[in-house]
């Protein structure tokens, strides 16, 4: 059994602020028992990509070697949790990167995931600031269990979700900023599918409110499901800040898996076509 978390909340106006209720919900997490937690996407920030503005560039930092992991490394280290941290990457000046940081319980930085695929529609004017991701899906083996991490847009394709489960995957965090209208009818039905289809438990992170950037209206709905497609508890506040804490059976894993041997019943040789340009 490990106890998880999730962390949706509202733009405090700048960085500091964000990254300072950050670290208050990570020791409020840590109080509550959870031996993991992760935050939404690009959790420091607004969600700039509401706008193509090259001032917002400054957010980038460097992975691992920049101040906010570094800065957290700390913190994980003292509450002795696993924080998964999606922030904004330089690897260099004008190659930038969507990207999760993954930090285990001692403190140590165990690797990180680039966001795939990158939209670029109103609102999300996201190929303006990053590049696709080009670090496949890791799987990190972590003091509370295997995690893998997919991050928003990701998840409205299946192909990651199945390459995360053939990798062991036993929890999948899916860190978003996702708004009222646009995918509002999607965000109860494809984590849950993406859990039930690849066995593994999903936890879906969504940010709150209306920033200053544009009309985009998140509405958090924060919450774990397990591979039977059940919400674990009940979900988050559509308007509110909130910490989700739920306790997660990995065991049960294995009796579902040993149910439906999706995996042992796949037919890798017959998919070719889908690797076609």
Avoid at 41 to 63: H, M, N, S, T
Avoid at 227 to 236: I, T
Wanted: charged letters at 25%; one cysteine or more.
């Amino acid at each position: 059994m490990i106890r998880a978390a999730l962390f949706q909340t509202a733009w405090t106006g700048d960085k500091e602020s964000m990254i300072q209720v950050h670290e208050q919900a990570a020791r409020d997490a840590a109080a509550q028992g959870a031996q993991v937690l992760c935050f939404q996407e690009l959790f420091y920030g607004p969600y700039f990509c509401q706008v193509q503005d090259k001032a917002f560039y400054e957010y980038a930092e460097r992975i691992p070697e920049g101040p906010t992991v570094r800065r957290f490394q700390s913190l994980a280290r003292e509450l002795g949790i696993v924080l998964v941290l999606p922030m904004y990457e330089e690897e260099q000046p004008g190659v930038l990167y969507n990207t999760a940081a993954v930090i285990d319980a001692d403190g140590s930085y165990l690797g990180k995931y680039r966001k795939t695929h990158i939209p670029q529609v109103q609102g999300f004017w996201e190929k303006f600031y990053f590049r696709p991701g080009n670090s496949g899906w890791p799987v990190f083996e972590t003091a509370a269990g295997r995690i893998g991490v997919y991050i928003c847009y990701d998840r409205h394709f299946p192909e990651g979700w199945r390459a995360l489960g053939l990798a062991g995957a036993e929890i999948v965090f899916n860190p978003s900023a996702t708004s009222r209208g646009l995918s509002r009818y999607l965000w109860q039905l494809e984590q849950p599918a993406a859990a039930v289809a690849n066995e593994y438990f999903v936890g879906a992170i969504n940010r709150v409110g209306v920033e200053d950037l544009g009309d985009n209206d998140f509405y958090g709905t924060t919450y774990f499901v397990d591979p039977e497609a059940q919400f674990v508890g009940e979900v988050a506040s559509d308007k509110e800040t909130e910490l989700v804490v739920r306790d997660l059976d990995l065991a049960g894993l294995r009796e579902v898996r040993d149910r439906w041997q999706f995996y042992r019943d796949r037919a890798p040789g017959a998919y070719t076509p889908l690797t076609a340009p």
